[in-house]
């Protein structure tokens, strides 16, 4: 199910549609009534009324490869038609996983201070390199990888990263 890390939810959310497609499946829980209904604010003011909550086990496709937390989480359900599931700060935040940082840290970042050792002159243009010259400089920095202490044994798995 597609999902969308969001740092202004406080809380996770999935639609009673997409819940109802993960129940078909099997193995999930009963929703739970809230004591208090919340209210949840989008980002163009609308507001949804969340008045359920399930406990759902996740697993996260990313770069590095499928991350699933041992424990499930509680996520509020809403009854507006929504196509992704909102991974909310409840989540990212113990998981580790800071966005608003990872914003700053790319932020503070200027061309000056990227400690490039490569000058490039005002003439230098960006352009479309050729699929075979790719795949060389790709089999290259894989090869230095394994020539400076890479595993062996997760070359296939750093192959599919790159491929």
């Known amino acids: 199910m597609p999902y969308c890390a969001d740092t ?7 639609s009673a549609r997409k ?33 359920r909550s399930v406990l759902l086990q ?34 990212l ?8 940082r990872q914003l700053e840290q790319l932020a503070e970042r200027t061309s000056a201070d990227d400690d490039d050792p490569i000058a490039f002159g005002e003439d230098f243009l960006a352009g479309c ?12 920095m894989i090869a230095k990888a394994m020539e400076n202490g890479f595993p062996p044994e997760k070359e296939g798995k750093l192959r599919t990263i790159v491929y």
Not at 64 to 74: C, F, H, Q
């Open 8 to 14: 202004g939810a406080e809380k996770s959310i999935i």
């Open 19 to 51: 819940l109802k497609e993960l129940e078909k499946l099997g193995g999930l829980g009963k929703t739970s009534t809230l004591a208090r209904p919340i209210v949840c604010e989008t980002v163009g003011k609308h507001k949804i009324l969340a008045q």
């Open 58 to 91: 996740i697993m996260l496709h990313t770069a590095a490869g499928p991350v699933r937390p041992v424990k499930p989480y509680e996520v509020l359900v809403i009854d507006e038609d929504e196509d992704e599931f909102i991974l909310g700060e409840d989540i």
């Open 93 to 100: 935040d113990d998981l580790g996983i800071s966005i608003d």
């Open 129 to 140: 390199t050729p699929d075979e010259e790719v795949r060389q400089a790709v089999e290259a």
